[in-house]
């Protein structure tokens, strides 16, 4: 039972390089979110997703960009990497409006 | 705006402890949801209970136990007698039923549990 994972589990990227985070979920879940947690700032909402094709901003979208072409996909990508995006991320998805979030194992980018 | 307040950022108790960790919560809607979750040092985020504004019953689920107060808007953490393996980072979070379900995160208790 996979639940919710996440690629790559860690990558270092030169500052303005460009990359994608995959997540999936094999639950079947409407709503999917991207957070990054930073040492001392708790997790923090980037984007999330309340169904297949719809993505919305969160607390700190801003570098950011997602897409939700699949359900079970939730696409995070960084166009041009900067230091401040430094952080371990986190994907997380929910059968309903109210339901419990579920996170994957998380992602480690450090940014040079 | 919702607001999580973990004012507690790091308890060293050792074994056998009993230990609180306290959340306070603010938020202009009548209907939302609390959460605790864990994280080991290992990394990931786990699960560990999801009450609703209109259920104040105090819960128990083992050594952990959960203190619901919508007069004080706190959702306090108990750990009876402590283990070593309960070390972890606890995250207390809300949820509000208009906001798409996104939570709003405390900024995290690191407990040591020391033998």
């Known amino acids: 039972n996979a639940g919710v994972t996440q690629t790559p589990k860690f990558r270092v990227l030169k500052t303005g390089q460009s990359m994608t985070l995959l997540c999936a979920q094999d639950m079947n879940h409407e709503y999917m979110y991207w957070y990054r947690q930073d040492p001392g700032m708790g997790l923090r909402l980037i984007h999330y997703?309340?169904?297949?094709?719809?993505?919305a901003k969160g607390e700190v979208p801003d570098g950011y960009n997602v897409s939700r072409l699949k359900k079970q996909n939730f696409l995070l990508g960084l166009e041009s990497a900067a230091p401040s995006q430094t952080s371990v991320y986190f994907c997380a998805s929910s059968p309903a409006s109210v339901g419990t979030q579920y996170f994957g194992p998380g992602t480690r980018l450090l940014v040079l | 705006a919702q607001k999580v307040t973990q004012a507690q950022t790091e308890i060293s108790v050792v074994e056998k402890e009993d230990v609180t960790l306290d959340c306070v919560y603010e938020t202009r809607d009548t209907t939302y949801y609390l959460f605790w979750y864990k994280q080991p040092p290992s990394g990931e985020l786990v699960f560990l209970i999801r009450r609703n504004s209109f259920d104040e019953q105090n819960e128990i689920s083992g050594r952990y136990s959960w203190n619901f107060q919508k007069s004080t808007s706190s959702f306090n953490f108990t750990i009876t007698a402590s283990q070593v393996v309960d070390s972890a980072v606890y995250f207390c979070a809300l949820s509000e039923v208009s906001g798409y379900s996104t939570l709003t995160f405390g900024k995290g208790t690191m407990l040591l549990v020391s033998p």
């Open positions: 997703s309340v169904g297949e094709g719809t993505t």
